[in-house]
């Protein structure tokens, strides 16, 4: 097989490390197959171990070669961000993980575990653990001092006194997800740690964001509203460089494949899924959602289920935007609180532009992974003046949205700016994403007809 041949395919193989077996549709001339491949980021070897046409049984095998250095696989870019998104998507996977126990043990015995804060938002055990745990991975296995964190909880709430059993719960939490990190691939810490050095974990989010360097933006349990009531919820991470959004990675738990299941109310999933009986690659079961900006592509994994241990690329399939562009078509998504989304707004929105069906109501980012895998078209956010939106909220999801294929900007039509630290200040209105540029445009004109009649 000549070797610019195995290049052409490599382009769809996940940029990450590991071993795996592709579809590779219409590449090999216009013919399917399959290809068996390995990847070594460390000798920068790339390996096609077979290839396998769909209407043929011979297979092709080509001798290791030299993995193109400082070329991204599809877009000739610097591959920068393959490390970083090999650990993110690790990390999340553990968080999602850790989530799924808790919300397990809140909705079964219905206990104590939603303690409120300051700011009357629901708070979990689950929202600390999760950012002591990512927090403790990326320092583990990037370095602590070039780790930089941004985060929605604040360890003063934690390490008040009155909430000493908190405090417990959440070391014991961080400490049996963290034993569990070989079967993630990643490392264990020696021994558990102690409760200084969770606080420490936790603090160490302490970053404000801004324009320059490079920092992690985290929202550890995304939808507090919709976990706690057992439906939908993500754990968001995102890479900022410059300002610039430069990897997402989407833990959405109880997204599974099949999109039918996001309009039911988790509790009827969960009785649903025990009826059917599982697939081999857990497809029934959550999702994590990645890219990384530049690639043009979105990659999709199932979470990591019972004992199992993660090989990468983990049945990783591409995912991209809906073709769709005719409004009577397309769904739209938006929150499923009022409180954070003027739904009458919306309402007019869709009416003017003709958008048909009913609104998709999904708490969380969960709405910008339905995008990316092309099972609605719209998400609109309309927040009460004066709300700020913070950049953990936004910045996995936008450049997830981006790198399928789809538009996100503010209401203006402006890119969001993640350059003015942890708000997204300077944001016109609310925020449009969508599938494409026809239905952007629409909407973007909706807003401007409507906007001075509204009462936002
Ligand atoms: N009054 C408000 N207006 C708009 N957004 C709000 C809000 N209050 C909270 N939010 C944000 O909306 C997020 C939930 O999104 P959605 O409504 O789409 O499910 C919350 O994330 P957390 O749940 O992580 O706090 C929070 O950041
Ligand atoms: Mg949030």
Not at 371 to 389: L, S, T, V
Not at 403 to 412: K, R
Request: proline residues 5%; neutral net charge.
């Amino acid at each position: 097989m000549p070797l610019n041949c195995s290049i052409s395919l490599a382009t769809k193989v996940p940029h990450i490390l590991g071993q795996g077996r592709r579809y590779a549709p219409n590449h090999f001339g216009k013919t399917s197959c399959f290809l068996t491949y390995s990847r070594n980021y460390q000798n920068k070897s790339l390996q096609i171990v077979s290839l396998s046409k769909l209407n043929q049984t011979q297979n092709y095998t080509s001798s290791i070669m030299e993995e193109p250095k400082s070329l991204d696989l599809l877009s000739g870019k610097p591959e920068k961000y393959s490390k970083e998104i090999d650990i993110a998507v690790r990390a999340v996977q553990m968080a999602c993980s850790l989530c799924q126990k808790v919300q397990d043990s809140i909705i079964s015995k219905s206990n104590n575990q939603v303690q409120s804060k300051d700011d009357n938002s629901l708070v979990t055990v689950a929202d600390w653990s999760v950012q002591a745990t990512v927090s403790w991975i990326l320092c583990e296995s990037l370095g602590s001092r070039n780790v930089s964190i941004v985060a929605e909880e604040d360890v003063e709430t934690l390490s008040k006194t009155h909430k000493a059993g908190l405090l417990e719960a959440v070391v014991q939490t961080v400490n049996e997800c963290l034993a569990e990190a070989p079967r993630f691939g990643l490392n264990a810490p020696g021994v558990a740690l102690t409760t200084s050095e969770v606080l420490e974990a936790i603090s160490h989010c302490n970053s404000s964001g801004g324009p320059i360097g490079r920092f992690w933006a985290l929202d550890p349990v995304d939808g507090t509203l919709g976990f706690v009531r057992g439906d939908q919820y993500a754990v968001a991470l995102a890479l900022i460089e410059e300002g610039e959004v430069v990897l997402g990675v989407l833990g959405c738990p109880n997204y599974p494949m099949r999109k039918e299941w996001l309009n039911y109310h988790h509790r009827y999933h969960r009785i649903i899924s025990k009826l059917t009986p599982p697939t081999s690659e857990s497809w029934d079961k959550g999702c994590v959602i990645y890219a990384g900006k530049g690639s043009g592509e979105a990659w999709m994994q199932p979470l990591l289920q019972g004992n199992k241990k993660l090989v990468w690329p983990n049945s990783a399939r591409p995912v991209r935007v809906s073709s769709i562009n005719n409004p009577a078509l397309a769904t739209f998504c938006e929150p499923v609180e009022k409180a954070n989304s003027s739904h009458s707004f919306t309402a007019g929105l869709a009416h003017s532009m003709g958008l048909r069906m009913q609104p998709l109501r999904v708490y969380s980012m969960v709405k910008y992974a339905a995008i990316a895998r092309g099972d609605a078209e719209i998400f609109m956010k309309f927040a009460r003046a004066g709300y700020k939106e913070k950049i953990w909220d936004h910045a996995a999801g936008a450049v997830i949205i981006q790198e399928a294929g789809g538009v996100v900007t503010d209401a203006g039509g402006r890119p969001l700016d993640f350059s003015k630290g942890m708000y997204l200040d300077g944001l016109d209105r609310g925020i449009i994403a969508c599938a494409g540029p026809v239905l952007h445009d629409k909407i973007v004109e909706a807003v401007d007809a409507s906007w001075n009649s509204s009462s936002l």
